[in-house]
């Protein structure tokens, strides 16, 4: 068995299951202004229903029909005046069954404030049953 | 007899085969910031792509493969929290400890790993511990049919999978000799300024590529 690329399926490995759990967890930025150095926080959840299951999650940030694969995501937004506010969007478990979605906005100067694009941020979650 | 998603098992597809699996827990102390924290010699004949689950319980009740819940604060510039990666060489596996959440943490961690799809296909792989005595299949759950396994690189940068849905994907990336999970994305106004790895319903795409050498990638024919 020193080849498991070769076999279908092998008593000799552990495999990862599909639990058909998938949901959609959306969280909207709001169209309001942010001061420049503050952060504001919004967040979204969903639940699944296996505990202690990993997650596998893409997201789409509206800029893009994208749908990304990663575990660190920014998005930057013009603001049309030589400004832009960043974000940052965390996806975790809040508890055994709930995923959280976070999404952190930042607003880093120069002006005194600026005011954002309402966006929707959609995460899609699927979970799998580990080999452990 | 077309729709491979809804088989319990589809002989058109290999099962996803992992061949290394370990798990331990280790106490981290708050203010801790370790890279890497955690050394562990898999022995393998490759760099293998691994995925670490951690959690702050042993019964892995609450299961994180990297930050936690409070990793984010609510200053967009001060993290805090804690966060566990894991990467990989072709000697050992490390787990990177970081922890600011203001107390002593322990660390569960459980890392499973897939041979990476341009190991030789002779690699002499150890059998995945005590597996052979435990192989049970649950009728309850679709067991993950691998369609494919490939590498993206800075020139071929895009895989054509045609399933008509967006299938589940795990990716990898690889810089120098080491494999992590750890893959930036990002969305920005000016368009040419976005990159990271995104998946359709018919392709996986790795726009703008940059700052890693290549993508491990493996697509599922489950949705």
Redesign the interface.
């Known amino acids: ?20 759990n ?1 949901i959609t967890i959306s969280v909207t930025i709001p169209a309001t202004s942010i001061a420049a150095g503050a ?1 504001q ?1 919004y967040t979204g959840t969903g639940t699944v229903g296996t ?6 999650y ?2 789409n ?1 509206p ?2 029909t ?13 603001t049309g005046t030589a400004s ?1 506010y ?3 969007i ?1 996806v ?5 069954t709930t995923v ?1 979605v ?1 999404v ?3 607003y880093g100067g120069p002006s005194a404030s600026v005011t954002k694009t309402a966006r929707t941020v959609t995460v ?1 979650v ?1 979970t ?5 | 007899m077309t729709d491979h998603r809804k088989f319990l ?1 589809d ?1 058109d ?7 290394y ?1 370990t ?1 331990g827990s280790v106490s981290v102390p708050n203010t801790t910031s370790a890279f890497p924290g955690i050394t562990i010699p898999h022995g393998l004949p490759f760099t293998p792509l691994a ?1 670490l ?1 951690w959690s702050n319980t042993s ?11 409070d ?2 604060s ?4 001060t993290f805090a929290g804690q966060y566990y990666s894991v990467y990989a060489n072709a000697t050992n596996i490390y787990i990177d400890k970081y922890n600011l959440s203001g107390a002593t943490k322990t660390l569960y961690y ?1 890392v ?1 790993c897939f ?1 990476p799809s341009d190991a030789s ?5 150890p ?2 511990e005590n ?2 005595s ?2 049970i299949l ?1 009728t ?5 049919k691998l369609f494919y396994a490939g590498i993206l690189t800075t020139v071929a940068n895009t895989y054509t999978h045609n399933l008509g849905y ?1 299938p ?4 990898w990336e690889q810089t120098g000799t080491t494999t992590s ?11 040419a ?2 990159s ?5 319903d018919t392709q ?1 795409v790795w ?1 703008n590529p940059s700052t890693y050498d290549k993508i491990y990638y493996r697509i ?1 024919v ?2």
Do not use: C
């Open positions: 068995m020193s080849r498991p690329a070769r076999y279908i399926t092998s008593s000799d490995y552990a495999t990862i299951a599909n639990d058909s998938t952060s926080v505990i202690g299951s990993p997650i596998e893409d997201i940030y800029l893009s994208r749908r990304w694969k990663s575990n660190s995501f920014l998005f930057v937004e013009n832009q960043q974000g940052d965390n975790y478990k809040s508890d055994a959280t976070q952190v906005v930042f899609r699927r799998f049953l580990p080999p452990f | 098992l002989s597809y290999p099962m996803d085969k992992i061949i699996m798990s995925i689950q019964d892995f009740a609450i299961t994180n493969e990297y930050r936690d819940a990793y984010v609510t200053v967009f510039t459980r499973f041979q296909e002779t690699s002499v792989v059998s995945t597996q052979g435990k192989f649950n309850d759950y679709n067991y993950m967006v589940r994907v795990q990716i999970r750890n893959i930036l994305g990002q969305e920005i106004s000016i368009a300024q976005s990271g790895v995104h998946i359709t996986i726009l599922y489950d949705e």
